[in-house]
């Protein structure tokens, strides 16, 4: 069976019966016919369409175009291929209105303000991805982090210097809420509680011996997989020593 393109017009068999005054039978002998008396090189397969019953598998019609349909009832009489022509242009002012139809500017003025309409709408796309590229790009960080990182490995991983990174997770200047470390007596870096209670850090106490044999106490500091992402927001687009209060 032969399947036409969607924007192809055609007239059925059936239709030819009715309109000619001939039995179904009759037009369909005669397209078999005229198919059979085509140049194959002139017959195009996207002119015709054979349609078979699902059940006796017979041809139940063939759909001609516009070509074919006149090339048929050629040797028809004049009032029956008059009859044909006025079917055809029916059915060509029914796809005419079927066409959707583009509302074009009135006046250079109408023209100029849908241009700024449409600038306008790409402006504020363009405003929201910029809003949203930060995200993204925590996201994509976090998504590199495998476990717990020590604070070097943090740094690296939301491309800050290692010194620039511990000055701003300090805040010295900033809330206590706003801090991620802090120093103790003896100078080492701590994990503040309310950054452990919220998931985003760890800290391990530990000891070592040197090689003549004297312990010394460790501190291990590691961010989380969650608090890398999160501090890469935090940091992203910031300047140096700058961390909002989250």
Not at 71 to 84: A, K
Not at 132 to 153: M, N
Request: net charge positive; glycine share 4%; charged share 25%.
């Amino acid at each position: 069976m032969n399947i036409l393109a969607q924007n192809i017009k055609t007239m059925s068999s059936q239709e030819i019966a009715l309109l000619t005054n001939k039995t179904h039978s009759n037009v369909l002998r005669d397209i078999r016919k005229m198919l059979d008396q085509f140049d194959k090189s002139l017959l195009n397969y996207q002119q015709y369409q054979i349609v078979t019953d699902e059940y006796t598998k017979r041809t139940s019609a063939i759909n001609l175009d516009k070509d074919l349909t006149l090339t048929l009832i050629t040797g028809y009489d004049v009032n029956t291929r008059h009859r044909i022509n006025k079917r055809w242009q029916e059915l060509e002012q029914q796809a005419q209105v079927s066409q959707p139809v583009v509302a074009l500017p009135h006046d250079y003025i109408s023209a100029l303000e849908e241009l700024l309409v449409t600038k306008k709408c790409e402006q504020a796309a363009l405003e929201q991805v910029k809003q949203l590229q930060p995200k993204a790009d925590a996201l994509d960080t976090l998504s590199h982090a495998k476990g717990s990182l020590g604070i070097r490995e943090t740094a690296k991983a939301v491309g800050i210097p290692e010194r620039e990174f511990v000055t701003r997770c300090l805040g010295k200047n900033k809330p206590v809420s706003s801090r991620f470390l802090y120093r103790d007596d003896k100078g080492r870096l701590n994990a503040h509680a309310h950054r452990i209670k919220q998931g985003f850090m760890t800290q391990k106490l530990g000891s070592y011996a040197d090689k003549d044999g004297h312990d010394f106490a460790t501190v291990q500091v590691k961010f989380t997989a969650a608090g890398v992402a999160h501090i890469a927001k935090l940091m992203q687009n910031k300047p140096s020593g700058q961390l909002r209060v989250v």
